[in-house]
């Protein structure tokens, strides 16, 4: 069955960075784009970028730019997804999600939860 | 902030429908397929709606998607318990030449 288990849970000083991993089983990870998306306490869902793990391109929301980096490691169907420059703002559950039919995200990884204090 | 608008509540008695909205623009809804997800607190959220009235393997028929010029709905029949949960629609956008995924503003869908 298709599964994404994501990394644990960090905590992070304001100006530090986090690499979130997203490991996939149970399809070719070279056939579905990864999405990625966060969700602060008491907030909406909130898209961060998507990546082909196939050839590595990669798309940002313009919030995101310059702070977020999308990456894959194709011989062990592990995504990662990179935030710089962390603030306590970015204090929130991050998702990795495939995207399957329709180019809808469906199986979704368990979330991990990034706090960012001092 | 969110460029789908839902209302942020919803609510009914068991065994009602119930029907929540979504309104987007021309660069969305208008010109792209919804989706549509129930998400509970801790948990990941999971796809009930796909390519505007599509359900996944394992959803009930119970829910429904429809789609007519830039706004779309999710109706609920058959109102249950378990229902209670928030409901975000979400739509790839191309305004401005630029591709990302936009969610709406999240109904709170709540069973008396």
């Known amino acids: 069955q298709v599964q994404l288990v994501q990394s644990g849970a960090e905590v992070k000083k304001p100006g530090a960075s986090v690499k979130v991993a997203c490991k996939a089983s149970g399809y070719t990870f070279t056939t579905y784009d990864i999405t990625w998306v966060r969700q602060a306490s008491g907030q909406g869902l909130e898209w961060m970028g998507w990546?082909?793990?196939?050839?590595?391109?990669?798309g940002y929301a313009q919030k995101f730019q310059g702070r977020v980096t999308l990456t894959r490691n194709t011989s062990i169907s592990t995504a990662y997804m990179y935030l710089s420059s962390l603030r306590s703002e970015d204090t929130a559950v991050y998702y990795c999600?495939?995207?399957?039919?329709?180019?809808?995200?469906?199986?979704w990884g368990q979330g991990t939860l990034v706090t960012v204090s001092s | 902030q969110s460029v789908l608008t839902q209302p942020p509540s919803a609510s009914g008695t068991p065994g009602q429908r119930v029907t929540i909205s979504c309104s987007g623009s021309?660069?969305?809804?208008?010109?792209?397929?919804v989706n549509w997800y129930r998400h509970l607190p801790g948990t990941a959220p999971s796809l009930l709606i796909y390519?505007?009235?599509q359900r996944p393997s394992g959803v009930p028929d119970r829910f429904s998607g429809s789609k007519s010029g830039t706004s779309a709905s999710l109706a609920i029949s058959g109102l249950q318990s378990e229902d209670e949960a928030d409901y975000y629609c979400a739509a790839w956008d191309d305004g401005l030449n630029v591709l990302r995924y936009v969610f709406g503003t999240g109904t709170k869908v709540t069973v008396l």
């Open positions: 390519s505007n009235n």
């Open positions: 999600a495939r995207n399957g039919a329709g180019a809808a995200p469906d199986y």
């Open positions: 021309s660069s969305n809804i208008g010109s792209k397929t």
């Open positions: 990546m082909n793990p196939d050839r590595g391109n990669t």
